[in-house]
Nanobody
Framework: QVQLVESGGGLVQAGGSLRLSCAAS????????MGWYRQAPGKQRELVASVTSGGTANYADSVRGRFTISRDNAKNTVYLQMNALKTDDTGVYYC?????????WGQGTQVTVSS
């Protein structure tokens, strides 16, 4: 069973930056495309960025050009560099596979962007 632990969130002013990390247990992690999801208050969880096992990235329109997803398969870790943060980026950020079945969701990491 893969376990996911997200970290790196916090409170930041609009225009600031944060770097999120997602550490996964289990070697199977390296063969799966992984994604960062965001759940804003009162909204459904949405996929904001994904990266294939080979490192090809895709982004939601709302974050393209500001966020960068990357992975280190040797460390079983996925990263999300977030720049030029906006108040709309506020939410709890989770990582997981982008295909079903999902791994058990971690607790996520809270990102709060103040104006």
């Amino acid at each position: 069973q893969v376990q996911l632990v997200e970290s790196g969130g916090g409170l930041v002013q609009a225009g600031g930056s944060l770097r999120l990390s997602c550490a996964a247990s289990g070697s199977i992690f390296s063969i799966n495309a992984m994604g960062w999801y965001r759940q804003a208050p009162g909204k459904q969880r949405e996929l904001v960025a994904s990266v294939t096992s080979g490192g090809t990235a895709n982004y939601a329109d709302s974050v393209r050009g500001r966020f960068t997803i990357s992975r280190d398969n040797a460390k079983n870790t996925v990263y999300l560099q977030m720049n030029a943060l906006k108040t709309d980026d506020t939410g709890v950020y989770y990582c997981n596979r982008i295909s079903l079945p999902y791994y058990t969701w971690g607790q996520g990491t809270q990102v709060t962007v103040s104006s």
